[in-house]
């Protein structure tokens, strides 16, 4: 983009859908549209081209290649919804006219009787990407501009007391005041948080209700507690034994997470059982009974009864926090059950790396003024609002896992979003604003403005963000993670090298990543994930692999106990190594960087059966714990209860709830308001004031802000994590170690003694 292009802001004016998802500029006296998703550039043609483009309509513009598919549906019915106003203008006009006088009566619209306790008589369907609408009336009152949608002939009643309402299609979705604030009513009476509708079950629930007409019951108390639920524990029971199918190939994982309950005076433990075809939630056990002393006893052994229960020769790994007593009930374990490994979580390991590194001086003075910038914004309404606008409805916040995490994606998003931050406070809206006029508006654009500070911003980001990546690859549930943490972290070492250049300067983080990796630098599985990715293996310089080597033999003894298989696998490695056979294939170097490492084997590992079905075993394991966000007060209840039958209950509910929150995982990826009270322990040393300096402004009310819009595109391109690794391994102090090489450079200074 040429570098006499100013940003413009949208206005709150502008209603069309599509302003949420493109830029305005301005080039001289021409004003330039750029979509947010793939950054094309229009010189005219107004929004209704960004519209066609972003909803591939051919024509008038090249669609968009990156724009996310519900977008693209709701731009097309936007188009749709256009043109069929004008077309049906008049017809509308006839059809209302026909209402008034009960008389020919269009098959377009539908008498439905109207319950007199009803307090709301209107009715508002209209495309979510369309700010007109449709109202129902009776009494011959005036429609607004809206899409009449057909219903089927057999659904015309009439009835005495009947009032006139449009009913929608189920081929597009439609807003409903109506349906709004019954569903509203619903969730402030039970008391259920707003992100309960974020549910992937919410929408064909709503879809369901909808189908069955007017008239529905719904499900009784007993219902729920009775036959629904029997009916949810075998669905999710099928989908579970699917699961347990893949154990033979894949083997598995026991997950082990501690939690505390609200009241924190019980402590918990849930396990969970991992493999590539999806997570399952297995049992909770309650040992808040046990002290110190014995904890790690009473870990123990719940830990070996969860894995009989699994199947012993399913299980490769037990993955626990790194805190002392599971390291010793973990370590007991690896001891009684030869064949199978501790693993403390890696996701910990490198979240503790980035709160070691958060409160590094020079780090923290970086974060400590971007959280007064971003507390600044969310303190004020009509600040916020205004930051929305000029972002495109992109927060400044970018919710992590953890509070380490959130603390440095929200430092990027801030470096990201920097251009469109300082175009709002150089913009007349800004100046003649209120908020401009104050010390903290002064102190805000001071921060704005300092290029010293988003120099220290970008540095501190290219710092973190590999790790980052780390911790997304450890938590995600598309790929197993086993394969990649090895190659994340050194490629996380090698980019804080690249940045400081200094040994002096790197070795700081270095030691912060060695400290806190100690118990899983030499761990066998991490090696030989990182050994049998053909990817990162068939990349290494020199004899780096040597280095290695020996622990991918400890991982071969440990989970083969067979001396015979363990020979022939050693013999099967040299075509590994070399590159010979069906490894040697065109097709299968190609594959490399295309396939998961688990499908290469799969495609290609066939001359090596034995070392195959190993390599798949270890590549299909995960790395790390849940990191999503799980309602526990299910399992709170489930542990309260007394009555045997009751208790019975709620463990099948707990069963059924966990095993589906854990199955819609993947796809779950809703916007959130980094202001929302569910998510206030992660973020709110960005979002809350220290001290209340705005008590006495309006703007401060909560009405007055408006919602996000729900694009959370982020102003620079995405790489996929696994991806990002690329290949290429050539810097032996990096496998080695800053101390290591330190040490033998002292030896090397060791001048010999005559």
């Known amino acids: 983009m040429g570098s006499n292009m100013e940003p413009v802001a949208v206005t709150s004016q502008k209603h069309d859908p599509a302003w949420k998802h493109c830029q305005m500029f301005k080039s001289g006296d021409r004003v330039q549209l750029k979509c947010v998703y793939c950054g094309k550039i229009f010189k005219g043609g107004g929004i209704h081209r960004i519209k066609e483009h972003i909803a591939g309509q051919k024509g008038n513009a090249a669609a968009c290649l990156r724009v996310q598919p519900d977008v693209r549906q709701q731009m097309l019915e936007s188009l749709n919804g256009v043109a069929v106003k004008k077309r049906k203008k008049q017809k509308l006009a006839e059809d209302i006219t026909g209402f008034d006088n009960h008389c020919g009566l269009s098959s377009d619209i539908v008498l439905l009787p109207v319950p007199e306790s009803v307090e709301h008589d209107e009715d508002v369907y209209a495309n979510r990407d369309d700010d007109s609408s ?57 008391g259920l948080a707003a992100d309960s509708v974020n549910s992937p079950y919410f929408q064909p629930m709503i879809d369901a209700i909808a189908s069955q007409g007017v008239g529905v019951v ?69 040992i808040s009974h046990s002290n110190s002393i014995d904890s790690a006893d009473v870990i123990y052994e719940l830990i070996k009864e969860t894995m009989e229960q699994v199947g012993l020769r399913f299980v490769v790994q037990v993955v626990t926090s790194g805190e002392d007593r599971y390291v010793v009930a973990g370590k007991r374990i690896a001891d009684t059950y030869p ?164 040994k002096a300067e790197y070795s700081v983080y270095w030691n912060i990543i060695d400290a806190r990796w100690e118990q899983l630098r030499r761990h066998p599985l991490h090696a030989a ?157 960005w979002v809350m004031e220290k001290e209340s300096r705005m008590e006495n402004s309006s703007s401060t009310e909560w009405m007055a802000v408006d919602p996000p819009f729900g694009n959370h595109m982020i102003l620079v391109p995405q790489t996929d994590d696994f991806e990002a690794l690329g290949a290429g391994f050539d810097d032996y102090e990096i496998f080695d170690g800053v101390k290591d090489s330190e040490e033998e450079n002292v030896e090397d200074k060791v001048e010999p003694t005559s």
């Open 529 to 685: 994930g990182f050994y049998l990715n053909p990817k990162f293996f068939y990349s290494l310089e020199g004899d780096a692999h040597l280095q290695i080597r020996s622990l991918v033999y400890d991982c071969i003894e440990k989970l083969i106990p067979d001396p015979n298989v363990q020979d022939k696998i050693i013999k099967e490695t040299a075509s590994y190594h070399g590159g010979v056979g069906d490894f040697g294939r065109k097709m299968a170097i190609r594959a490399r960087d295309t396939l998961l490492p688990t499908e290469w084997w799969l495609q290609y590992g066939g001359g090596c059966p034995n070392l195959a079905r190993l390599a798949i075993r270890i590549l299909s394991q995960t790395c790390g714990l849940i990191q999503h966000k799980l309602d526990k007060t299910h399992v709170e209840r489930m542990h309260e209860r007394k009555n045997c039958l009751e208790h019975q209950r709620l463990s099948d509910l707990v069963f059924v709830h966990y095993n589906m929150s854990m199955k819609q995982m993947v796809s779950r990826n809703k916007p959130v308001d980094p202001i929302s009270y569910e998510y206030i322990d992660i973020v709110q040393d």
């Open 134 to 190: 449709s109202k129902a009336f009776a009494g011959g009152g005036r429609q607004k501009k809206g899409r009449v949608r057909k219903a089927p002939n057999n659904m015309v009643n009439s009835s005495s007391n009947a009032a006139l309402a449009v009913v929608p299609s189920t081929n597009s979705k439609k807003v409903s005041n109506t349906v709004n604030m019954a569903v509203g009513r619903f969730l402030s009476d039970v």
């Open 339 to 502: 064949t199978v490994f501790w693993t403390p979580c890696a996701g910990r390991c490198v979240d503790s790396m980035l709160e070691d590194i958060g409160v590094l001086p020079a780090v923290k003075a970086v974060l400590d003024r971007a959280k007064s910038i971003s507390r600044y914004i969310y303190s004020s309404a009509d600040v916020l609002n205004m930051t929305r606008r000029y972002t495109s409805g992109v927060d400044l916040v970018d919710l992590g896992f953890t509070r380490s995490s959130t603390d440095f994606t929200t430092l990027k998003r801030i470096s990201n979003i920097r251009h469109n931050l300082q175009s709002m406070v150089t913009s007349e809206e800004w100046v003649e604003s209120p908020c401009s006029k104050t010390p903290q508006g002064f102190q805000f654009l001071d921060s704005l403005s300092d290029e010293s500070f988003w120099s220290e911003c970008d540095s501190v980001t290219r710092l973190t963000d590999p790790l980052l990546r780390v911790l997304r690859i450890v938590g995600s549930e598309k790929n197993p993670a086993m394969g990649f943490v090895y190659a994340g972290l050194y490629r996380a070492k090698e980019a804080i090298k690249k940045e400081l250049v200094s």
């Open 218 to 286: 719904g499900p009784t108390y007993h219902d729920l507690r009775s036959s629904i639920l029997k009916n949810l524990f075998h669905e999710v029971r099928y989908d579970v034994d699917q699961y347990t199918v893949s154990w033979e190939q894949t083997g598995c994982s026991i997950l082990v997470d501690e939690w505390t309950s609200r009241k924190g005076n019980k402590t918990f433990v849930n396990f969970f059982v991992y493999c590539p075809q999806g997570t399952i939630f297995f049992r909770s056990a309650d």
